[in-house]
């Protein structure tokens, strides 16, 4: 049994200030293209955010932040606390290309481990990882010292690296770990839709 959890709680602010996981790509909102993916994945789906509003009619739980105001770690936390199954996978909002085959290959993975995390040329995607409950107590220490970088955390914990040439084996388009963050990656991702939508 597993569980996905989407971290929907950051403001774009390089793209006026909306929730990006509400963000259109193709005929879809990110949220909803995420939704659909995970719930081929797992067993339960969650959305962690403050902005209930935005997301109730999704159908899916919605956790609000255990401790607001402590980012993205924070809302590992969260969903961790919250989590009926020992490990968790997180994704940001902002994914509009998720990859089943890579995150079934992330939650394998993570089986042994705290953390299952990919890294590539990019460095390291936290936000797109299976998490272990074991992480609880770390990751409290860790905000509790007033580190809220999630990366920080990593050294503390026993972390599997999934590997670039493992993520392109499974994602040959290379698009899964791809996210949102300026109006300039919003138009490559409209672009990229029109293409990765009409291969499904």
Not at 144 to 158: C, T
Not at 176 to 193: G, I, K, M, Q, S
């Given at each position: 049994?597993?569980?996905?959890?989407?971290?929907?709680?950051?403001?774009?602010?390089?793209?006026?200030?909306?929730?990006?996981?509400?963000?259109?790509?193709?005929?879809?909102?990110?949220?909803?293209?995420?939704?659909?993916?995970?719930?081929?994945v797992v067993d339960h789906v969650a959305i962690v955010t403050n902005?209930?509003?935005?997301?109730?009619?999704?159908?899916?739980?919605?956790?609000?932040?255990?401790?607001?105001?402590?980012?993205?770690?924070?809302?590992?936390?969260?969903?961790?606390?919250?989590?009926?199954?020992?490990?968790?996978?997180?994704?940001?909002?902002?994914?509009?290309?998720?990859?089943?085959?890579?995150?079934?290959?992330?939650?394998?993975?993570?089986?042994?481990?705290?953390?299952?995390?990919?890294?590539?040329?990019?460095?390291?995607?936290?936000?797109?990882?299976?998490?272990?409950?074991?992480?609880?107590?770390?990751?409290?220490?860790?905000?509790?010292?007033?580190?809220?970088?999630?990366?920080?955390?990593?050294?503390?914990?026993?972390?599997?690296?999934?590997?670039?040439?493992?993520?392109?084996?499974?994602?040959?388009?290379?698009?899964?770990?791809?996210?949102?963050?300026?109006?300039?990656?919003?138009?490559?991702?409209?672009?990229?839709?029109?293409?990765?939508?009409?291969?499904?």
């Amino acid at each position: 049994m597993y569980t996905a959890t989407i971290l929907a709680g950051g403001r774009g602010r390089r793209l006026g200030g909306v929730s990006k996981a509400l963000l259109s790509v193709g005929e879809r909102r990110i949220i909803d293209r995420q939704l659909t993916t995970l719930r081929s994945v797992v067993d339960h789906v969650a959305i962690v955010t403050n902005d209930h509003m935005h997301y109730v009619d999704l159908g899916v739980p919605v956790w609000p932040d255990a401790l607001p105001g402590t980012g993205p770690l924070g809302g590992i936390l969260t969903a961790l606390l919250n989590a009926t199954t020992s490990q968790v996978l997180v994704v940001a909002g902002d994914m509009p290309f998720l990859n089943t085959r890579v995150l079934a290959h992330l939650l394998e993975a993570g089986r042994r481990v705290d953390v299952a995390i990919p890294c590539t040329g990019d460095g390291l995607h936290p936000l797109c990882a299976s998490w272990g409950s074991g992480c609880i107590s770390p990751i409290r220490r860790q905000i509790d010292a007033g580190m809220l970088k999630v990366v920080e955390i990593l050294p503390k914990l026993n972390v599997h690296e999934v590997t670039s040439e493992e993520i392109l084996a499974l994602d040959p388009e290379n698009t899964a770990l791809f996210n949102v963050n300026t109006p300039e990656d919003h138009a490559r991702a409209r672009a990229l839709a029109e293409r990765h939508d009409a291969h499904r």
